[in-house]
């Protein structure tokens, strides 16, 4: 991309916001005019108290999230990070699965991760909202709710918690599209280009057991969770649903204790742990500790972007456990 010399940004005021992250500051809602991509900036609302800084924010983060996977999905976000994902899973004794428990099912999948930050967070769907999902969606506290579409029924379920701010986006956002992103700093703005990496290209198997065909599908989808983690992430997965994750830690090593932690205290909902789950970390592993954390905890594959000059050591300690580990070439910071 070719960077012009000077940088016009003409935003349009939406509204002004109570307050920004704290009350004790001010904050605006501007549109850009230049651009059409679904979301929270233009969703309608059609139901709750008005939106915050902070729910803005979040939703945003959570309906980017739920539009990378083509399946039926759900995200669930609290402070920026998914506190849980799952997508539909696939049962081979039913393929067709019950149509009218799909998502229901599917958000509950995600919810089981961490029902705990749960409250108080933001669900996104990629799917419209049906009477079942929503009549679950009441049973806890939340602050927002962003899906493309939501049936009459689900719209009726969901009154039964008027508070809560209901966004219906009316399309999904594309994640392969390239966008502009631009942060502000003190004197300044930082401009880049969205994280469109996908996972398209050839993935390489560096271990000498190769993954399976299940484990290679849940740690696709863990790689792509980890895409909207903040940096150092890791996140655990199994079955197409988050296990445990671990966000913003100054060091990865903490990351993947913080995930485990957070499996190993979730017994009653995931009781096998992190047994049979698959690791995924944003960026690669300077030291074989991560893998070390992984196996003790009961994973059995590894993703990861490599390029670390002691890459052969996580190697070493992954081919130690009898553990699959894939290289991506990608690296998903997240700040």
């Known amino acids: 991309m070719e960077w012009p010399d000077e940088l016009n940004l003409k935003l349009h005021a939406a509204r002004a916001l109570r307050y920004g992250e704290n009350p ?25 108290k008005e939106l915050s800084y ?11 999230c739920v539009a ?5 999905a759900v995200v669930i976000v609290k402070h920026m990070n998914p506190s849980g994902v799952a997508i539909a899973s696939s049962d081979p004794k039913n393929p067709q699965g019950d149509a009218l428990r799909v998502l229901r099912d599917t958000y509950l999948r995600a919810l089981s991760c961490d029902p705990v930050s749960a409250f108080g967070g933001i669900v996104a769907l990629n799917r419209e909202l049906d009477a079942a999902t929503a009549q679950e969606l009441v049973k806890i506290f939340l602050e927002v709710v962003i ?11 969901l009154a039964a918690k008027p508070n809560v701010r209901v966004l219906i986006a009316g399309d999904m956002p594309d994640p392969a599209k390239q966008e502009r992103v631009v942060k502000s700093i003190a004197g300044g703005f930082l401009v880049q ?17 190769a993954p399976t065909e299940q484990e290679m599908a849940d740690m696709k989808f863990a790689f792509t969770v980890c895409k909207h983690v903040k940096s150092n992430a890791i996140v655990y997965a199994r ?10 830690q100054m060091s990865r090593i903490y990351s993947a ?21 698959v690791m995924a970390s944003d960026a690669f592993m300077p030291f074989p500790d991560c893998v ?24 070493d300690a992954a081919d130690k456990h009898g553990m699959a580990m894939v290289f991506t070439g990608i690296r998903h910071f997240l700040h």
């Open 54 to 64: 902070n729910n803005i924010a979040d939703a945003d983060a959570a309906f980017e």
């Open 239 to 248: 079955g197409g649903a988050t296990v445990g994750i671990g966000a913003g």
């Open 257 to 277: 204790k913080l995930a485990a932690l957070k499996a190993s205290e979730n017994l009653e909902a995931s009781p096998l742990g992190l047994k049979g789950a």
């Open 292 to 315: 070390e954390a992984a196996a003790e905890a009961g994973a059995t594959a590894i993703i990861q972007p490599g390029g670390s000059l002691k890459d052969q050591d996580s190697i």
């Open 68 to 72: 990378e996977f083509s399946e039926p």
């Open 147 to 157: 899906a493309p579409t939501a049936s009459d029924d689900a719209m009726k379920a």
């Open 193 to 209: 280009t969205s994280d469109c990496n996908m996972l398209a290209g050839e993935l390489t198997t560096v271990t000498k057991r």
């Open 24 to 48: 004790h500051q001010e904050a605006a809602l501007y549109l850009d005019p230049s651009s059409d991509r679904p979301g929270v900036a233009r969703a309608q609302q059609v139901q709750g």
